[in-house]
């Protein structure tokens, strides 16, 4: 991914920034800055997601892309944010317990990096809530 | 008064013993644990480094009471495990909690006492009013070569401090250092592991500038040992601030909230500051307490806080993130070959 | 609007082709459908080509004006226009063509579609697919293709109780069927036994859960239905095209294992065509995973949602069943190169349909249909076809 596409969203990536339109109270993660329901009649404000969520699906990835092939086997999973929105994540946890419905919450880690001399994708996984 | 508004700390979860790196290297655990008291060490995950051990350890501090992170004029991070030689550790703190963009920044490095000094420098832009609040961390994801003896100790952890001087949990009525250029312990640009100078560590690195430094303060404050509730000293492992403590009067039961090497190991930068947290953790409004860093090359920064009443207020909740002892707990723990994976010690394809 | 019938097919064999280029498995099934449909190069109007990332697996864009130069038609100067929907483009491809035709824009057209993946590594076709996910929001996270389709799969097993062993049934069938299909990339059958103990991939996915990586090409000759018979007895109409589409990740779906575009796209073609699931004889359907296919036949309405894995553990959609269906043998078995699967999904059907399935031939087949997805279900395409 180039320098500019991951540093555009960083807002996204490190401190889950998205968007609510007050007209309707639905949240937006990514941030849309058009609601699909209201559409001109939406009014569009900055929110920042707490990072709190419920697991909804997931799988153990084995076989992985070579970017994340060193982290096998991982959780990646399908996560309904507590406001609405569903993302797709990674959940940094013990492959063998990881369930459906259960409380995950967000932490701050290396996604990728660019190779040995590229810059280092920080950004957003989630923990299981104890 | 210029003092610590909030802190928080991180350590990752993973561990190795000291038995499991004895066991690889034909050496006698015992000598470590006995010799050294120091009985395992933390690991970062494979997706952890010194900047997400860093963010994790200022949100954690943020969590414990509502800073304005746009009035956080200054972010300095000191760590000898920077991800990146040039860029920042800084920025990316800076960024995770919402201080970009009216804020200065730095990384330090200054061995293990980087982030001690990054606390000093704090102090002074919050004392002349150049900024309301800076954030100083200190965060390591320390390389020992395999087999040398900083195998045993080099760990992986963070704390960070809000230094302001609007209501602090802790009043830092004093700091000074001492430093001199001392070739104890350096890793030279370009090279994986740090080399040191064996038992020239000891006396001429370690003791003569924590004593040093500790003098310095007792003078210029008029105390002695006994002034002091709590006394946090550097801890490459349990041995050394035992008998810097006892050297300097202390006793015992003063240094042991502080004193956090034995299951955690060497948190290089991070070392003093969380000490520092371990023991703010259960302090109570009037504890006195003293603390001393060390870093090799090499210089002691040593500070006097007092514990005020706002650590028990409404404003702070020091229940809000984890503090030391919690994060010492239900760690997982890994063999050899895991371990040298997480530390990237294991030659990849390039 | 007139009709529009298929008048030729051709196919190369689907695999792992070393020898063999993106031009010349493109021009071996261009030259199959011209011979098929007995027809002359100058007569097609127009091309539509499928065509998913020959950017990344061979380095080459502008596919319409390449084939079209290969072909021989370049010095012709027809219109040729590629498609890109992911593992959907060849389904759009024909669909694009039927509606040149049938709106009296173009006469004689091809629809082609043609994937090379063998040129780069396991790593790069791996991460290329990823691009008919979010890759923004989903390949970034660590998302991989069968690792959303895993989720799929997990979400719908805990929802409805289908059993493991139900799921793998479907890559059993679609080998029995392919060991019947000269040109499928697997010519032998497989056990439930192959299916259970091979390499996992994305719990609870399997290598045999999933679709290979395949080189191939597809072509079909569409034509005015009312001038077929001048270049085959055996013409074959289309009855219905329709095209869905949906949000391009899957957590933005509003429900994980049912596929709306499917649905929606199901739904419009039995619409247009004044025909339900009972009128159908067999169906191919997009199973780029086993478990996609458990939601396909779902989702087209051949039975409940929740009920797909009996109804393939009891033989209902084998060759002998109540609707056979992927009597090719699927994207499992025949193969998938992304960007033909769909148009091959028309060559089998219109075998079917002529009589000229072989070994796989379903006895009095009147009526098929075709189901080609992109991704994981941002974008569907469905036909129904019908002997005249």
Known sequence: ?130 | MVGIITYGAYIPRYRIKVEEITRVWGANAADITGGLGVFEKSVPDLDEDAATIAVEAARNALKRRNVDPEKIGAVYVGSESHPYAVKPTACTVGEAIGATPRMTAADYEFACKAGTAAIQTCMGLVKSGMIPYGLAIGSDVSQGAPSDALEYTAAAGGAAYVIGNDDPIAIINHTCSFTTDTPDFWRREGQDYPRHGGRFTGDPGYFKHVKGASLLLFEQMHTTAKDYDYAVFHQPNAKFPQKVAKDLGFKTEQIKPGLVVPHLGNTYSGASPIGLAATLDIAKPGDRIFVCSFGSGAGSDAFDITVTDAITSGDFHREAAPSVQQLLKDPIYLDYARYAKHKGKIVMQS | MRDVAVIGIGCTKFGEKWESSFRDIFVEAGALALEDAQLSGEKIDAMYVGNMSAGRFIGQEHIGALIADYAGMATRHIPSTRVEAACASGGLAFRQAVIAVASGMEDIVIAAGVEKMTDVGSDESTDTLTGAADREWEGFMGATFPGLYAMIAQDYMHKYHMTREQLAQVAVKNHYNGARNPIAQFQSEITLDTVLKSTMVAEPLRLFDCSPVTDGAAAVIVAPLERAREFTDTPIKVLASAQASDTIALHDRRDISTLDATVAAGQRAFKKAHLSQKDIDMVEVHDCFTIAEICAIEDLGFCKKGEAGKFTADGETALGGKIPVNTSGGLKACGHPVGATGIKQVCEIVQQLRGTAGKRQVDGAKIGMTHNVGGTGATVAVHILGRV
């Open chain 1, 1 to 130: 991914m180039s320098v500019a596409r991951f540093w555009r969203h960083l807002p996204q990536r490190y401190n889950m920034v998205g968007t609510k339109c007050e007209t309707c109270g639905r949240h937006f993660f990514p941030p849309r800055t058009f609601c699909p329901d209201c559409r001109r009649a939406g009014k569009i404000v900055e929110h920042k997601f707490v990072g709190s969520g419920t697991v909804v699906t997931y799988t153990v990835i084995h076989t992985a892309a070579e970017q994340y092939s060193m982290l096998t086997p991982y959780v990646l999973a399908i996560v309904k944010l507590d406001e609405g929105p569903q993302i797709t994540t990674q959940i940094v946890m013990d492959p063998a317990k990881v369930k459906i419905g259960m409380k995950v919450k967000s932490v701050f880690r290396k996604i990728a990096t660019d190779g040995e001399s590229g810059i280092i994708h920080y950004g957003t996984k989630f923990v299981p809530v104890e």
